[in-house]
C-alpha cells in the first residue's frame, strides 16, 4: 500500500499563486510517475500536470505556462507551483501516484491522495 498526502490547498484571489505538496509512502518501489489532477463541480476530473521518473512532463493545454510541476525522487514528494491562478482553476486537486513495471512480476498500480481544495476568487 502507498499513501499520498496532499497539502498547500485554500482559497486566494485571481492571479495569486498557491504551491501544492504531495507526499508519498508506505511501500513505494519503482515510481512511474507522479502528478496531479483536479475536479470542479459539474466537472470529470481531468489531468493537470505529471512528471515521470525521467522527468518528462506533461501539462493540460489550460495550466501551460502558468503551472510548474516538480518531483523530489529522494523525498518521493511531487509539488505543483500555481501561478496567475484563475477562478475556472478551482477544483479540488488529487495527487497520483503510479508505480510498478506493468509486468507480471511487478504489476502496475496507481493510487490517490483524499485531494485538497483550491479556490481561486474573482
Known amino acids: 500500500q502507498v499513501q499520498l498526502v496532499e497539502s498547500g490547498g485554500g482559497l486566494v484571489q485571481a492571479g495569486g499563486s498557491l504551491r501544492l505538496s504531495c507526499a508519498a509512502s508506505?511501500?513505494?518501489?519503482?515510481?512511474?510517475?507522479m502528478g496531479w489532477y483536479r475536479q470542479a463541480p459539474g466537472k470529470q476530473r481531468e489531468l493537470v500536470a505529471a512528471?515521470?521518473?525521467?522527468?518528462?512532463?506533461n501539462y493540460a493545454d489550460s495550466v501551460k505556462g502558468r503551472f510548474t510541476i516538480s518531483r523530489d525522487n529522494a523525498k518521493n514528494m511531487v509539488y505543483l507551483q500555481m501561478t496567475s491562478l484563475k477562478p475556472e482553476d478551482t477544483a479540488v486537486y488529487y495527487c497520483?501516484?503510479?508505480?510498478?513495471?506493468?509486468?507480471?512480476?511487478?504489476?502496475?498500480?496507481?493510487?490517490w491522495g483524499q485531494g485538497t481544495q483550491v479556490t481561486v476568487s474573482s
Open positions: 508506505g511501500n513505494i518501489r519503482t515510481i512511474n510517475a
Open positions: 512528471v515521470t521518473s525521467g522527468g518528462t512532463t
Open positions: 497520483n501516484l503510479e508505480q510498478g513495471r506493468g509486468t507480471a512480476w511487478d504489476p502496475a498500480h496507481t493510487y
